[in-house]
């Protein structure tokens, strides 16, 4: 079992920074493949960011592709997710989530088994 808890959202002006963290509970933390998703008003749940469980290998979304950088310090048991040139279409609540399996490539929400509550983030034009 997996705990997840986000932070670091908030409202921030387009072309602007925000870092999320995801603090996990769990000694098996390390053994996880983390990934961040996003939701806007109306919309489905999306992909946004993956990392594996030994960081080695991540996979992006192509809106946020060159922009958001997702990491992981498993003696922290955090991931990140840096998120720069922040655009109005980034606006969301975004997600932490966990799965067991090792694949980066899982970009659908029904693959992930762990979520947090979620952060908002609101970027302004």
């Known amino acids: 079992q997996v705990q997840l808890v986000e932070s670091g959202g908030g409202l921030v002006q387009a072309g602007g920074s925000l870092r999320l963290s995801c603090a996990a509970s769990?000694?098996?933390?390390?053994?996880?493949?983390m990934g961040w998703f996003r939701q806007a008003p109306g919309k489905e749940r999306e992909f946004v960011a993956a990392?594996?469980?030994?960081?080695?290998?991540?996979n992006y979304a192509d809106s946020v592709k060159d922009r958001f950088t997702i990491s992981r310090d498993n003696a922290k048991n955090t991931v990140y997710l840096q998120m720069n040139s922040l655009k109005p279409e980034d606006t969301a609540v975004y997600y932490c989530?966990?799965?067991?399996?090792?694949?980066?490539?899982?970009?659908?929400?029904?693959?992930?088994?762990?979520w947090g509550q979620g952060t908002q983030v609101t970027v302004s034009s």
């Open positions: 990392i594996s469980w030994s960081g080695g290998s991540t």
């Open positions: 769990g000694r098996t933390f390390s053994s996880y493949t």
């Open positions: 989530t966990a799965r067991k399996g090792s694949s980066v490539r899982r970009q659908v929400a029904g693959d992930y088994d762990y």
